[in-house]
């Protein structure tokens, strides 16, 4: 059974076919040929952009998509093992993905981490204990990494540059009033890596700093495409050159659960909001964002209204990506390929 639970899982060639096939779902997005099927959404944490793009999407290939919410308009889930339930959940993921597997033809869940104990979520447990479960393919819709965002973020990429390989890409920590996941992190640094470019994760201090799983895989990525992959505490250098700046805020993970402890460490880093001064140290860069962003927070009005700026082009290319994950997970991209 093929999931989509990571790029990691997926060579380098896949995703470039997934993303050529994505390019040209852009020009002829209206297609028939997941008519008949359909994809249970789960939905653990809030969405904007992943609810309407995959839903969308779905519609757009003749399919149907439902919508679930545990807790809300459905039972809530147990994903533990071995669990004796006496809590809030009245249902297991076994009987879930059983039951959606003889409904369904896929599976998608959004399961943010439960920020209590990196150790265990980590190993991200929850959507790895449905693709267990499931006869079916389980799409990521976003753990503890956004595979669809880095998708989207590479094909826009390749839009606005074409070879990405070499390129300088920059992944900044950005400030946020609250530590935040380190999904979309994790993922741009395993993307960008993977399709050769040279890498500098910027950040405040060593305890920013993303897990060794993550920054083991990048190492491993620039050995096989070619790329490079540094880390920088210094603002001015690393951003000197760039050919695309990527922000994200996340938090400090040996301060993982602890917000408050996280908060003193993180009140003294105001100055990593991406601005007009900072954009003008690189080489005319791109720059993008995964969305939400809070405006002179994160990053100024003048970089989200600039010309550069490219999150809406990467938010509308969610919705190509994710339903070339679906034709592909579907054993159909080559009949859209032939068509196109």
């Not at 003294?268 to 140290?281: A, G, I, T």
Request: glycine share 6%; charged share 20%.
């Amino acid at each position: 059974m093929v999931h989509f639970l990571t790029t990691q899982d997926w060579t380098a060639e896949q995703l470039s076919k997934v993303l050529d096939l994505a390019t040209a779902l852009k020009r002829n997005p209206m297609q028939s040929h997941l008519y008949g099927k359909s994809i249970a959404l789960m939905f653990l944490n809030p969405s904007l952009r992943t609810r309407t793009s995959f839903e969308l999407g779905m519609q757009q290939l003749g399919g149907i998509a439902i919508v679930l919410q545990p807790g809300k308009d459905a039972w809530g889930v147990e994903f533990r093992p071995g669990v004796v339930m006496d809590g809030d959940a009245e249902e297991h993921i076994a009987e879930v993905a059983g039951v959606l597997s003889r409904y369904c033809d896929m599976i998608a869940l959004r399961a943010f981490p439960l920020f209590k104990d990196w150790t265990i979520d980590r190993e991200d447990p929850v959507i790895r204990s449905l693709a267990r479960h499931a006869s079916v393919p389980v799409i990521n819709m976003e753990t503890i990494v956004h595979p669809c965002q880095e998708l989207a973020l590479m094909q826009t990429l390749h839009e606005h540059l074409g070879s990405v390989r070499k390129k300088k890409f920059v992944l900044t920590w950005t400030w946020h009033p609250r530590p935040l996941n380190t999904a979309v992190a994790n993922s741009a640094l395993l993307i960008a890596t993977r399709f050769g470019m040279d890498v500098t994760l910027l950040c405040p201090q060593q305890e920013y700093r993303l897990d060794e799983q993550f920054e083991g895989a990048a190492a491993e990525n620039c050995r096989l495409s070619g790329g490079t992959f540094g880390v920088s505490h210094d603002i001015e250098s690393a951003y000197s050159g760039a050919d695309v700046v990527y922000a994200k805020s996340w938090g400090a993970l040996p301060y993982y659960g602890r917000p408050q402890e996280e908060w003193e460490l993180r009140k003294n880093y105001r100055h990593f909001m991406v601005d007009e001064q900072k954009m003008s140290l690189t080489n005319n860069a791109l720059f993008s964002h995964c969305l939400p962003l809070r405006r002179n927070i994160k990053a100024t009005d003048g970089v989200m209204d600039a010309d550069y700026c490219v999150a809406i082009d990467e938010a509308e290319n969610r919705l190509h990506v994710q339903k070339a994950v679906m034709l592909t997970l579907m054993g159909a991209s080559g009949a859209v390929e032939g068509q196109l």
